[in-house]
């Protein structure tokens, strides 16, 4: 799994090697964050603004009255439960999936695509700790914000939400014009970093499980000659899964298709575009 200080790194590194083409129509940055900080209403959102180059939030707004933490205490490593840090403010079971969507994010934001700051973004949906210690869910929308002279971004905006989203899993949303290519590539490096790919028929049949068709069913409307065929395609994923679970020292047993179903949703394998 992608360990935050490695997410650090190749952040610089990718963000410098750009291929994508970024847009601002932003005159004035300071002034149009201070416009955005006005229009916050309520108690329920904050902003953060992550640096490039200090690897740091440089601005912070309204986090207290949300979640209890003092600016000091909400920092880029506290919010990724880096193992150095006392405060870890992520939910232990959300922070791997975090961390590797913001890396695949990356990737995505430096390929040959066009990005306007503050308009096309990048939303999360995952749980976190309140100072109190309670659970509660946030929607973090992330907008790249800041840009040198020739074009090149050199901060991020985020937007975090408190939510009442009734989601389970980790959930990523791509909000641009190249919302459809994008989360196909999504899929492939998401896959690629896991080191676990599901066939198309595999995919099919997933997808046929999610609507809890039974075996029988799926074999006619697949044009699959036996169900002992869709037995056996299920058996190569759980074989897979189990693999994963090896892999990574997770005590887990999978021993049904819904079973994998619902680690490839976890995984950010499903559904497919």
């Known amino acids: ?18 291929k994508a083409k970024y847009i ?10 201070e416009q955005i900080k006005n229009g916050l209403i309520g108690n329920n959102k904050f ?3 992550y640096n490039f180059i200090e690897k740091e939030f440089t601005n912070k707004f309204n986090i207290k009255e949300c979640l209890g933490y003092s600016n000091e205490e909400f920092t880029i490593r506290n919010t990724n439960n880096n193992y150095t840090c006392n405060t870890k403010i992520i939910h232990e079971d959300d922070v791997k999936h975090k961390i590797r969507y913001d890396h695949i994010t990356y990737m995505l934001i430096t390929k040959a695509y066009s990005f306007e700051a503050l308009k096309d ?27 040198t002279p020739d074009g090149m ?51 099919e049949i997933l997808s046929l499980k999610d609507k809890q068709l039974h075996n029988k069913e ?15 395609h ?12 090896m892999k990574e020292n997770i005590k887990k047993e999978i021993n049904s298709a819904y079973e994998v179903l619902n680690f490839a949703k976890e995984y950010g394998l499903y559904p497919y575009y």
Do not use: C
């Open 218 to 232: 799926i074999a006619n409307l697949l044009n699959i000659n036996s169900v002992r065929t869709v037995e056996k």
């Open 24 to 33: 601002s129509s932003i005159d004035n940055y300071d002034k149009k964050l």
């Open 47 to 49: 902003i953060t603004e």
């Open 153 to 203: 971004p050199f901060s991020q905006l985020d937007v975090w939400e408190v939510s009442q989203n009734n989601t389970t899993y980790v959930t990523p949303s791509y909000y641009t014009p190249n919302y459809q290519t994008i989360m196909k590539d999504f899929y492939k490096l998401n896959s690629e970093i896991l080191k676990i790919k599901f066939t198309n028929k595999e995919k």
């Open 234 to 245: 299920i058996e190569n994923m759980k074989i897979k899964v189990e693999n994963f679970y």
């Open 1 to 18: 799994m992608i360990l935050f200080d490695k997410l650090l790194k190749e952040r610089e590194i990718i963000l410098f090697n750009t």
């Open 121 to 147: 973004y990048y939303k999360l949906i995952f749980r976190i700790r309140h100072k109190n210690g309670s659970i509660i869910k946030v929607e973090r929308s992330v907008f790249l914000f800041r840009m």
